[in-house]
């Protein structure tokens, strides 16, 4: 069985700072994806970024950067320079047939 | 707008009665799932379809839920006899293909109130 885990339930920023949000996973299977979504308060869930269990390397995508670790099954989300416009809850999810989601973190960037 | 579309976006029932909810998918997407959140929490999987082929259920789908995909494209969700511990939001979403590397595309979901 698949599981994510989100230990931080809330972060609190402000604007400019840096902001990194964990997840850890699990999981016995070996071909995997792993996912951020994001729910701002509108509440529909927005596709942020994805990686495959085989490619670990990390990149940066505008403002996004992820850090993925198999071996500590890890797969932490940097925003950079946060902006009040990145406050919403922030999901990490692992999809093998389909998606399991961890419990959120909920991050508010203050101006 | 060629996106995930969800109706009716908000629904207030009350204990005991039925409700059923709509999913219309991006058009050549041939799977559909359905996913529960309620306050705080994340989205949890309900059921998923390829096509018209219902392939899991979870164990969270009592015998009171239901759902189908009968010309495999839309598809609807029903709960019969509605209690409060019914209230989240339920969520669709549509995928291109079985492969695992396609991101789900969610809809705007529907929240459902029973008093």
């Known amino acids: 069985a698949q599981k994510v885990t989100q230990a931080q339930t809330e972060i609190s920023v402000v604007e400019k700072e840096d902001v990194t949000l964990d997840c850890v996973y699990e999981?016995?299977?070996?071909?995997?994806?792993l996912f951020w979504y994001k729910q701002p308060p509108s509440g529909e869930l927005v596709f942020l970024i994805r990686?495959?269990?085989?490619?670990?390397q990390n990149e940066i995508s505008g403002r996004y950067s992820w850090n993925f670790q198999k071996s500590t099954s890890s797969f932490n989300f940097t925003i950079t320079a946060s902006q009040v416009v990145d406050s919403a809850v922030y999901f990490c999810?692992?999809?093998?047939?389909?998606?399991?989601f961890g419990t959120g973190t909920r991050l508010q960037v203050f101006p | 707008d060629t996106g995930v579309s969800q109706d009716p976006r908000h629904k207030i029932t009350k204990r005991g009665q039925n409700v059923t909810f709509r999913c219309d998918p991006i058009?050549?997407?041939?799977?559909l799932y359905w996913y529960r959140q309620t306050l705080g929490q994340g989205p949890e999987f309900l059921t998923y379809?390829?096509?018209?082929?219902?392939?899991?259920k979870s164990r969270l789908l009592s015998d009171r839920f239901s759902a189908e995909r009968p010309k495999g494209s839309f598809s609807t969700l029903e709960i019969q006899r509605t209690e409060q511990g019914d209230s989240a939001m339920y969520l669709c979403?549509?995928?291109?293909?079985?492969?695992?590397?396609?991101?789900?595309?969610f809809g705007p979901g529907t929240r459902l109130t029973v008093l």
């Open positions: 979403a549509s995928s291109k293909s079985e492969s695992s590397n396609n991101e789900q595309f």
């Open positions: 999981t016995r299977d070996t071909t995997y994806y």
């Open positions: 058009s050549e997407h041939n799977r």
């Open positions: 379809f390829q096509n018209e082929a219902q392939l899991e």
């Open positions: 990686r495959n269990s085989f490619d670990e």
């Open positions: 999810a692992i999809h093998t047939d389909k998606l399991i």
